[in-house]
């Protein structure tokens, strides 16, 4: 059975290997914390400090929002009326579903079809700011987010994204030159990463929202870009928790549904889910196990039962030939063979009746 448990083993390590790699990139987003690209606190002048006017402002002065139409709800008014009050000098644009379609149709028509064929409008949403900021560049708001200080200290990086909890970046506040490598790629694997889940939540998430980003961003990192074409990124409390961080959250995604509360909840368990998951592999393993037992023990019998061995040698004296047949044969096989002999006659004789004998 040696070489059964074997080959047992090495087929479980290569399945296991499969799936490991195929979430590789999940797995190290896990443990990814962003510390290599941060966006020191340090290095942020604070609201009024006159270091502000010291630092390059490469990335150009727009701010992008999107909605499906001119109506801005009442809730999100007072956030961006906030990031339009402190940037008179910004250009803004409010990218409305007819504007977005006819920017893709006009100047990246290769996409207009996966654009227009998205189910949910929010991939529509997510989808554009990319496409805008690859473009034009600037700086790209989530109505949900309100203005708390001036954005010129970010405009000194050539891209920043936004960590979030518990892991990843997340795409409602980002930053970039126009074409930028970063916001290259994530435009160019749009149409890749366009696939359907079983639940909708995990389909715009990893379609087209900030899992998708997340995983695109550390594929980008491992590459490890020049200094141009870095991603910066732009700490949780430099994004909304003190009076000298950059934004301030107003209400929560308008578009979460049910099943965004089971895939929150899991966020917050995850290490009970990961504990649980090694023991249903335990057990799954052990079942397989067992069921590759019973399978090698069938085709045994099998073989065993049709299987008569002339016997060459008396079995009186044969005891040191049948030792031999007895070491080769598994323990749990001679045990099923020993029902049989007594229906064996003539020149033939079962393998097992040598072992008898000689007992
Ligand atoms: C910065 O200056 C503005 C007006 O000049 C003032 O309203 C604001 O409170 C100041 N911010 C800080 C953090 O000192
Ligand atoms: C925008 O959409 C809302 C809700 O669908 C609708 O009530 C409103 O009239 C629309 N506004 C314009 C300018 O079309």
New binding site residues.
Partial sequence: MRRGLLIFILVNLLILTFLVRSVSTLLSLLVEDAAADAIHRAELP???SSLIETRPQIIPKIIHQTYKNETIPEVWREARQSCIDLHPDYEYILWTDEKSRDFIAAEYPWFLATFEGYKYPIQRADSIRYFVLAHYGGTYIDLDDGCN?RLDPLLAYPAWVRRTVPTGISNDAMGSVPQHPFFLRVIELLQQYDRKWVLPYITVMYSTGPLFLSVIWKEYMQDKPSEAGRVRILMLDEYNKF??SFFTHHTGNSWHGKDAHLIFWMGQHWMLLTFLGFIVAGVVGICLWWTYGRIMLLGARYRYRYTKVPTIISPRLSSSPSRRARRMMPTLLRRVSFKEDEEVGGTTETSYELDRHDD
């Fill in positions: 604070s609201p009024n200080r009076s000298w």
